[in-house]
């Protein structure tokens, strides 16, 4: 796949989270709480926010969903995201082939003088629904570097 980078002021968000040590593949576990907490007030995709980069394995992993309005219980915290500039890419594709957007995204900030911060995000705008898996060569998925 042939990546695109853009730089973008992404605006400031609220979102509910759940942090864990795991993997990718741990999202199924955690994402039906999330949802139920912020009872449909859902403003934009789910996405994971990375602490250590380059770590697949078993890496601190924080869960988020974009919302408005308050929320109660113990189960999950309410976080707020500063504005930042970043640097994206898209990958179109299944989440297996994700680590090639990562190679080409660092690539491009390392041949262009950028410094990357944490966390990173994977924002999911399509992907797997609820009840059905969906063909994974179609999920989108945007990848967001804070930079300096």
């Known amino acids: 796949m042939i990546y695109s980078f853009e730089i973008k002021k992404m605006p400031p968000i609220q979102a509910v989270s759940i942090s864990f040590k795991g993997q990718y593949c741990d999202m199924g576990k955690y994402i039906g709480t ?15 926010c990375y602490y250590e980069p380059g770590n697949l394995e078993n890496t601190e992993i924080e869960l988020c969903v974009p919302f408005i309005g308050t929320i109660a219980g113990n189960d999950v915290t ?8 970043t640097l994206c890419t ?20 390392k041949e262009n003088g950028y410094k990357l911060l944490s966390p990173s995000r994977e924002i999911y705008v399509k992907g797997p629904g609820r009840f059905l898996k969906g063909n994974p060569q179609n999920y989108i998925t945007d990848i967001v570097i804070p930079i300096s």
């Open 78 to 85: 309410v976080k707020q995201f500063p504005s930042t500039n």
């Open 90 to 109: 898209r990958h179109i594709g299944s989440y297996e082939t994700l680590n090639q957007a990562y190679q080409q995204i660092l690539k491009y900030a």
């Open 34 to 48: 999330l949802y139920k907490a912020i009872r449909g007030r859902a403003t934009g995709a789910p996405f994971y």
